[in-house]
């Protein structure tokens, strides 16, 4: 660029500045120059590298030394070289300092002092000691300027960046389906750090199919579909210094960087791959988007099975007898939901077989056999309700039914099953023996991911349960009215739910065996003290704490129960 400002023709100056190469100096730096003007007896301009004047908008018309012969090319010379040019002509002394930002020089800043043609000699060079003073004073001011105009731009870009964050994530909730949330992030990825960003959803059989890119991206000839396996070690190495690691991407040829972040509770139901430069900004921004966005799916899972647990509450209470219009209502409905053009849902029952619903005929072209197979239109869950009774639940389509489908089909059977089980799974076997229910509640599978973290990260995880007598149903219903009274107890990282029907589980997050048996005895004596306005007598707790030996919440809440002691809470 020097040799390109050392040939400029000086009649022919740019006339439009990018935003990028203006100079922007804060109100103060103007007030400082204008007293230098006044208190040294000089003008001061500052010209950008093009010599188009910086211009101060309350300011009036500039001194113009830029104009003058000579002038122009001795700032050329100085921004070529970037040192101080201070010279003496035309009854005029003035000096050019060169202006830096960071290293690069960005402007020069001109003072000139005119002196009369009749003056002394001697004075000249007292003209050359207030021009090289005054230069000096003032570039380290507007040098400094710049500094902190780039700090603040920093800062400001920073916080409108948090301000669109936190908006993002405030309208998660009103997008209309799971793949427009993902979509909104893919944008989110590229206007806010130009990142390259690719959307994986998970298939039926486990695999991971490409479903978002850039609009107008160059489509990978690989990487489409990412199997189950290859999946889980994307995800355990997290990040790639290089691309180039992942050939079978598509990635091939690329030095990015390369980011792979998991959205899902459970499991991963989506990938996010972010590749480009990385910084910590881009990774702990992302990083807890997914999080967030893990818990905005399972929320919206949570809906659709509350919406179908609404319209069978609406309906089976007068049908407790006589399920099939019940089901056949219900899933009329699922067929319609997912566009499918019928199914069918069947219980069975040792080795026998019952309509529950059957909507449209089935398909004839084998591919019933191949449900497991997401390039069929068949989808086909099977939902145990004893150890020998389930229902199965078919769907069939001329099209493709996808991930959409299948969570709506799942949604409809968690909602469904705890009733069929109630209504139709504890018949009686041919032996006469009546079939235990066996349903794991929703607060279990929360223990159980918190048994997942405490193995993950090493951390410490106790478990008190607390129950009224078996034979007490008026207990029972007192106990659980002290919800209330129980949770000012609890740390707010603890968590407070039912299981195994009746009990209250208290989940101590990072608690040894001692915390445990601390929290157990603070719960009874506070029971105790409130015993008597609420008629409770008795009541059974037990603790446990995570280990090798027992490290699933079924483990957990076996062995609470094992260790369970029946306190009366009457001296």
Partial sequence: ???????????????????????????????????????AGVTVEVVHVWLHPVRQISSGEFAGAIDEPGVAEEVLKAIRTGEVRVETAHAMTFGVFPLRRAREVVGCLIVARRTPGENRPDDRTSDVTIVERTGALARTALESDLVLNARVN???????????????LGQLGSYDSDRDVMHAVLQAATVWFDLDCRIYERQVD???????????????????????????????????PSAGDLDDLGLTGRRDEVLLLP????????????????????????????????????????????????????TAHDAQRAPEPVVQGLFEALVAEVGADGGRVTL??????????????????????????????????????S????????????????????????????????????????????????????????????????????KRFHLGLGLVLIGASPRDEEERERLHALVDVIRPELRASDLLGRVRGDRMAVVLVHAAAEGAESVALRLRERLTALSEHVALTTVQMGNAVFSAECASADALISQALRHAQEWSLRN
Avoid: C
């Fill in 263 to 314: 959205v899902g509770i459970r499991r991963p139901e989506w990938i996010i791959l972010l590749a480009g430069a990385l910084d910590q900004n881009a990774e702990l921004t992302f990083s807890a988007i997914a999080r967030v966005l893990g818990g905005e799916l399972q929320a919206r899972d949570r809906a659709r099975i509350e919406r179908w647990q609404e319209r069978l509450d609406a």
């Fill in 206 to 240: 486990g695999s991971f199919l490409l479903t978002g890119t850039l609009p107008g991206a160059e489509q990978p000839a690989t990487g489409a579909r990412i199997d189950a396996e290859r999946a889980e070690q994307l995800l355990a190495a997290r990040r790639y």
């Fill in 154 to 168: 920093e800062s400001q870009a920073l916080t409108r960046r948090l301000h669109g964050i936190l908006r993002f």
């Fill in 348 to 385: 069975r029952k040792s080795g026998a077989e019952r309509a529950l619903a059957a909507i449209g005929s089935a398909p004839t072209n084998g591919s019933a056999a191949r449900s497991g197979d997401q390039n069929t239109g068949v989808l086909a869950n099977t939902f145990p309700l």
């Fill in 1 to 39: 660029m020097a040799d390109d400002l050392h040939n400029l023709d000086m009649g022919a100056r740019p006339t439009v500045l990018f935003m990028s190469d203006q100079l922007q100096f804060s109100p103060a730096a103007w007030a400082l120059l204008e007293i230098l003007q006044q208190q």
């Fill in 387 to 454: 150890r020998l009774t389930e229902v199965r639940m078919e769907l069939w389509s001329s099209n493709v039914l996808g991930r959409s489908a299948t969570m709506a089909a799942q949604a409809w059977g968690r909602a469904v099953r705890p009733w069929l089980a109630e209504t139709v799974a504890g018949v009686a076997d041919a032996s006469g023996r009546t079939e235990p229910i066996v349903d794991v509640s929703a607060f279990e599978r929360r223990i159980q991911e918190e048994v997942e973290r405490a």
